[in-house]
């Protein structure tokens, strides 16, 4: 009896730190400790939204922001507010277990505050096209979804595999993809949309412009003569009179072509599964002649 | 009277000779300077017509247009400037310091919110909702600053603030109500965008900024007698009141039609006017018509540095005459101001 009991409180002493064993490294290799896997996830990224949604951890969602709307069914999650300033109360009334939050977006504020209420933080920080693939292999782990994950990622690469194959030895066109019409802002060095248009058989015009997003000069953007002139969709900018202002430039090899195109933004912009759906748009607009049936065969 | 009339009549003359040759230098040069680093052969070539293509493209469809949208804008602010100035007898008076930009800006947004795109149609009512803001900005800038009938000095500067500090927290809380993609765009306008501008926005932009400045100019003499004092102008035959109405009307058109094409861009309605008067004495009847020139010479050459300083990225405009700007309006705080009667 005696015996019985010690085991029994032997077990209780050990079963929580059996249980603390679960401790991941985030994306920016921080060490993030939780008492179990996490059950109750918030997430304040949209692509994270997204990707949680893709391997079927949905479940474990229990907060989104504003902006995560997709799939259709996250907005059906409560919101907890903005990227920028999420509602910190919000936050602590859904109980979550651990929040997925990001360097480039969130606030480092956010985080401080979301420790100091000991809250555990997961950070990602993806920033090209491989940071997105692992990404979801990482989510993928931390909700128990790994084997999902890791089939979502296989076919996502065969997906990138069989676009590169498509456009491989093809003659590179010179790409302008427009992020903002005006004043013009487009993707520089580092930028994800640059590294896409890349897979996908372009040399995009703007390419060594700095870093990231800057804002660009539409001359200097226009004399490099772009054979392929892609506009990103956002609410007030996939209008006709958006497109009309650039088909005035009937001297430029784009749009005398007819090679000016709209796109939608958050297929490019976003560190989500995604982007694989964007890059296979922006590769059948930048080498149509690839994708022809004749070819297809 | 005609004597002294006359001679200002032939100084003026003189003053808008040579200020439209320095107009016309610094055109020319911001037509050869950009980053597409066309020739200057090859410019010329666009000129008379000899050449087609992007050169073309980058000549006639984006420079030329932003030449001239930047001297529209820079005169309408130096006007708009000048006007505020000699209305309120302050001579920091200005569109951005006296909270009229923030009100014309925040009209744009609004108007942007109800759905008003980049059509025709739309940039005339964007423009009127601007013009809205504008009036309800400076009409609270008025009534708060009164005191007996003056508008003294620090008590206008600080309405000015305040309301412009109002306007600017109602465009934050729009801008973040508004989608996340949107906002990259808004943030550059607010710092003021000279963009390429199409032909037909540049039409309705010249024509309000035509009717802004009939409104101003044509009151030069009217305002000389105004620094006099109500009381002496009354005497002298102005009516004050209507004299005041239209002057804040015609400021506040020209402040929201820069607005509304080119977004807010500070400091040009202070330091144009005020280097005029530096050069020129108090004469409203010279420093108001120079300043048309003179402020599309000085946002033309801001302009040109902002889209060479660092291409082929861009800064705004604004940034620009913000850096101008902000020290000199502490150069005329500490030695100007105390002439106003501080």
Redesign the interface.
């Known amino acids: 009896m005696t015996r019985l009991l010690a085991a029994l409180a032997l077990a209780c002493l050990l079963l929580p730190q059996a249980a603390s064993a679960f401790t991941v490294t985030d994306q920016t290799g921080r060490r993030v400790v939780l008492p179990a896997p996490p059950a109750r996830i918030v997430s304040l990224v949209p692509s994270v939204t997204e990707t949680v949604f893709t391997i079927g951890a949905q479940d474990r969602l229990v907060g989104v922001t504003d902006?995560c709307d997709y799939p259709a069914a996250a907005r059906q999650k409560p919101s907890v507010g903005?990227?920028?300033?999420p509602s910190l109360e919000g936050i602590v009334a859904l109980k979550p277990d651990l929040v997925v939050a990001t360097t480039a977006g969130n606030r480092h504020e956010t985080f401080d505050q979301l420790a100091r209420l000991k809250i555990p933080v997961y950070l990602v920080n993806p920033v090209d096209a491989s940071d997105v693939l692992d990404l979801i292999a990482r989510l993928g782990r931390l909700t128990d979804r790994a084997e999902a994950a890791d089939r979502v990622v296989a076919a996502l690469r065969e997906r990138i595999h069989a676009v590169s194959a498509r456009v491989a030895g093809r003659p590179r066109p010179r790409v302008l993809y427009v992020?903002?019409?005006?004043?013009?802002?487009v993707p520089a060095r580092g930028a994800l949309v640059s590294e896409l248009i890349a897979l996908a058989g372009g040399d995009s015009v703007?390419a060594d412009?700095?870093q990231g997003?800057?804002?660009?000069?539409?001359?200097?953007?226009?004399?490099r003569?772009p054979e392929v002139i892609l506009i990103a969709s956002?609410?007030?900018?996939g209008?006709p009179?958006?497109r009309s202002?650039w088909e005035?430039?009937t001297?430029?090899p784009a749009v005398s072509a007819g090679r000016l195109h709209t796109v939608d933004?958050n297929l490019m912009h976003r560190y989500g599964p995604r982007i694989v759906d964007g890059l296979e748009v922006l590769a059948r607009l930048i080498h149509p002649e690839a994708f022809e049936k004749a070819v297809l065969r | 009277m005609t004597g002294p009339a006359s001679a200002s009549g032939a100084r003026l003359a003189v003053l808008l000779v040579g200020l439209g040759l320095v107009v016309a230098l610094v055109a020319i040069g911001a037509l050869f300077l950009?980053?597409?680093?066309?020739p200057p052969g090859d410019v010329l070539a666009v000129l008379t017509g000899r050449v087609?293509?992007?050169?073309?493209?980058?000549v006639l469809?984006?420079?030329l247009p932003r030449i001239l949208a930047a001297l529209l804008a820079g005169g309408a602010l130096a006007v708009a400037g000048a006007g505020f100035q000699a209305l309120t007898r302050n001579p920091l008076a200005e569109p951005s310091v006296l909270g009229v930009s923030s009100g014309a800006a925040f009209g744009v947004i609004v108007a942007?919110v109800f759905g008003l795109?980049?059509?025709l149609v739309e940039a005339v009512g964007i423009a009127a909702c601007a013009f809205a803001g504008a009036l309800v900005a400076g009409a609270a800038v008025y009534v708060i600053a009164s005191r007996g009938g003056g508008l003294p000095v620090h008590t206008l500067l600080l309405a000015g603030v305040i309301v412009g500090i109002f306007f600017s927290s109602a465009i934050t809380v729009l801008i973040?109500v508004l989608?996340?993609?949107?906002l990259?765009?808004v943030v550059?306008?607010l710092l003021g965008?000279l963009?390429?501008i199409?032909p037909a926005s540049l039409a309705v932009f010249a024509a309000l900024t035509a009717v802004g400045l009939w409104l101003v100019v044509g009151q030069a003499r009217p305002l000389n007698l105004l620094a006099l004092g109500e009381e002496s102008a009354q005497q002298l035959g102005v009516d004050a009141e209507r004299l005041k109405r239209r002057v804040f009307a015609g400021a506040a058109l020209l402040t929201s039609a820069v607005v509304a094409f080119v977004g807010p861009i500070g400091f040009v309605g202070l330091i144009v006017p005020q280097v005029l008067r530096m050069l020129l004495g108090p004469d409203n009847r010279l420093v108001i018509p120079a300043a048309v020139l003179g402020g599309g010479a000085f946002l033309l050459l801001a302009d040109t540095l902002a889209?060479n300083v660092v291409?082929?990225?861009?800064?705004?405009v604004g940034v620009i005459t913000a850096f101008c700007g902000a020290p000199f309006f502490v150069y005329l705080l500490r030695s100007r101001a105390p002439q106003a009667g501080l």
């Open positions: 902006f903005g990227m920028i300033s992020l903002w019409p005006d004043p013009l802002i703007t412009g700095g997003y800057p804002r660009y000069s539409m001359e200097a953007a226009l004399a003569n956002h609410d007030a900018t209008s009179l958006v202002k005035r430039f001297q430029v933004g | 950009g980053s597409a680093r066309v087609k293509g992007v050169d073309q493209v980058v469809s984006l420079r942007q795109g980049t059509g973040s989608d996340f993609d949107r990259g765009g550059h306008w965008n963009g390429p199409a889209r291409a082929p990225a861009e800064l705004s």
